[in-house]
C-alpha cells in the first residue's frame, strides 16, 4: 500500500480544475444497466470508485472503455442480476444497481453492504421503498433477494433523505407497470443530475422540490445522445478549505458554486476572501475565525465537507462546534488531527474545538475518503513533515490529488508503506 508523505507547504497559489462529481458518476453509470443499449458519457473522473462500478457491469455482463474522462458502455448483453459481495465490500455504492437490475429483470441478488470507517449505513429505506412500490426482499447468506410480487409503482415517503436510497428507487420506476410518487426525496445536486441523464433518454420524470414523480415508459433510447457530468462538488470544496489556510491563495475552476452555497459561506465568514463566478472561484485565506457548523441534507451543510472543514476550525482563533447529523460516529479524523496538535474533544454526534496557534506535522492513517482529504489538508499547514498511510481511501474520489496539488505549490511524494 502506498503513503503520502508531506512536506509543510504554506503560501500555496495556483489554479485547480475540478473533476467530474464522482457521486453523479455512479448513480449514472448503475442507470446504463436499466436498459441494454450502448452509452456515452462525460466527464466521469478517473477514480477507483468508478473503475469499481465499471467492474460491477462488467461482472453482470455488460462492456465498457474508458478514455480521458469519457466513458462509452455497452449494456445490451447483460444477464446476471447479481451484486456480488467482493464488489459490493470494496464499495458501498455499489447497491445502486439494485434499483437498475429490478426495472430491467424484476429480480435482484445485492450482497448485503456492510457499515464502514463512517458509521453504520442501513439500507432499510431502499427495502421499505422497493416494497411499496411492488417488490419483497429477502434476506439470504447474507445477500439481499428482491423480486417483483405485483405490478410495479406506486408511492413512498421516505421517513429519512436517503441519496442512494433516493436514487435506486428512482431508477427502479422509469419502466414500472405504473405511475409512482416519490415524497422526502433527496435533493443533492448529484441526484437531480441523474434525474437529467434519464430525461435525456426519454425517462418521464417531473421533480419538484423532494417529491418526485414518474410515469412509465416502455423503452429508453440511449443512442447518439452524450451526457456530462456535473463537476464534484465535495472535491471543490475541499480545495476551497486548502485556500482558505492563512497565506494560500486558490483559483478553482470548472466547478459549480451554485453546489457549494453554504460552505462558501463558511469559508467567507472564517477569514478567507472570496471570489465567486458561477463556474470559478478564487480563495483567498485570510486569519482564521471560529465557527459552527451543523450537518443536513442538501442544501444543508453537506456531511461529506465536514472533516475538510475540521482543519480550518483547529487553527481558529476561538472554539468551534461541529454538529454531526447525519453520521453521528464521522469523527475518526479527529483523533488524528489530534496527533499534530489538534484540541477536539467528541462526543456522539458533537465535536467541540479549540482553536491552536499550529499544529506539527506528524503519522497519521487514513479511514475514508473524506477523512483522507482533511489529513492532507493538515499535512500542508502543518510544520515539519508529514505521512499518511492507507492511502487509497483518498484514490477512492479524488482524481490525480498528487498532480492538483503540486500544482499549487504543495510539497508531496508517494512511498511504499
Ligand atoms: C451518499 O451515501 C453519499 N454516497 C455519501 O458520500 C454521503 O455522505 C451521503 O450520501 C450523505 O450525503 C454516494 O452518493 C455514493 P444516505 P448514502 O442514504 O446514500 C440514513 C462520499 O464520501 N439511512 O443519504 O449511503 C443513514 O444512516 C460518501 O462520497 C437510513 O437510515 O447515504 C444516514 O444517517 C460517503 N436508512 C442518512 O440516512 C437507509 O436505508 C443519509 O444516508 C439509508 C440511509
Not at 33 to 59: A, C, F, H, R
Not at 307 to 317: G, T, Y
Not at 390 to 397: C, E, K, M, N, P
Amino acid at each position: 500500500m502506498d503513503k503520502i508523505n508531506i512536506e509543510t507547504s504554506n503560501n500555496l497559489s495556483g489554479t485547480v480544475k475540478i473533476s467530474g462529481s464522482k457521486n453523479a458518476s455512479l448513480p449514472i453509470l448503475a442507470a446504463t444497466v436499466l436498459w441494454g443499449s450502448q452509452y456515452k458519457i462525460k466527464n466521469v473522473p478517473e477514480i477507483s470508485d468508478v473503475y469499481t462500478m465499471l467492474e460491477l457491469i462488467k461482472q453482470l455482463g455488460g462492456s465498457f472503455e474508458f478514455n480521458k474522462n469519457v466513458v462509452e458502455i455497452n449494456t445490451e448483453k447483460i444477464s446476471s442480476y447479481e451484486a456480488p459481495y467482493e464488489l459490493v465490500k470494496t464499495m458501498r455504492a455499489s447497491v445502486l444497481v439494485w434499483g437498475a437490475l429490478l426495472g430491467r429483470f424484476g429480480k435482484a441478488r445485492i450482497s448485503f453492504p456492510g457499515g464502514c470507517a463512517i458509521g453504520d449505513r442501513p439500507i432499510d429505506e431502499h427495502i421499505k421503498a422497493f416494497e411499496s412500490l411492488g417488490y419483497k426482499t429477502v434476506v439470504k447468506q447474507g445477500y439481499l433477494e428482491t423480486k417483483k410480487m405485483a405490478k410495479t409503482g406506486g408511492s413512498y415517503e421516505f421517513n429519512i433523505k436517503s441519496v442512494t436510497g433516493s436514487e435506486n428507487v428512482i431508477i427502479a420506476s422509469i419502466l414500472a407497470d405504473n405511475k409512482t410518487e416519490l415524497c422526502n426525496c433527496s435533493i443533492e445536486p448529484e441526484v437531480a443530475d441523474l434525474i437529467n441523464f434519464l430525461k435525456l433518454l426519454g425517462a418521464d420524470i417531473k421533480n419538484i422540490e423532494d417529491k418526485v414523480l414518474i410515469s412509465p415508459v416502455t423503452r429508453l433510447n440511449p443512442k447518439n445522445k452524450i451526457y456530462s457530468i456535473i463537476p464534484d462538488r465535495i472535491e471543490a470544496g475541499t480545495f476551497a478549505v486548502l485556500g482558505a489556510i492563512p497565506g494560500n491563495n486558490i483559483k478553482i475552476i470548472n466547478c459549480d458554486t451554485e453546489h457549494l452555497k453554504l460552505p462558501l459561506n463558511i469559508i467567507e465568514a472564517c477569514g478567507s476572501d472570496l471570489k465567486i463566478k458561477k463556474n470559478e472561484m478564487q480563495v483567498i485565506g485570510g486569519e482564521l475565525k471560529p465557527f459552527n457548523i451543523e450537518t443536513k441534507p442538501y442544501p444543508g451543510f453537506p456531511t461529506d465537507l465536514q472533516a475538510q472543514f475540521m482543519v480550518l476550525a483547529i487553527l481558529a482563533k476561538g472554539r468551534s462546534k461541529f454538529l454531526e447529523n447525519i453520521f453521528p460516529s464521522r469523527f475518526i479524523h479527529a483523533a488524528e488531527l489530534r496527533k499534530l496538535g489538534a484540541d477536539i474533544n467528541v462526543e456522539r454526534g458533537l465535536a467541540n474545538i479549540k482553536g491552536v496557534p499550529f499544529i506539527n506535522g506528524g503519522k497519521m492513517q487514513a479511514s475514508d475518503l473524506r477523512a483522507s482529504a482533511s489529513l492532507v489538508i493538515a499535512a500542508c499547514t502543518a510544520r515539519g513533515k508529514s505521512e499518511i498511510s492507507r492511502v487509497y481511501h483518498l484514490d477512492r474520489g479524488y482524481e490525480k490529488i498528487d498532480y492538483k496539488l503540486t500544482e499549487v505549490g504543495v510539497k508531496i511524494w508517494r512511498t511504499k508503506e
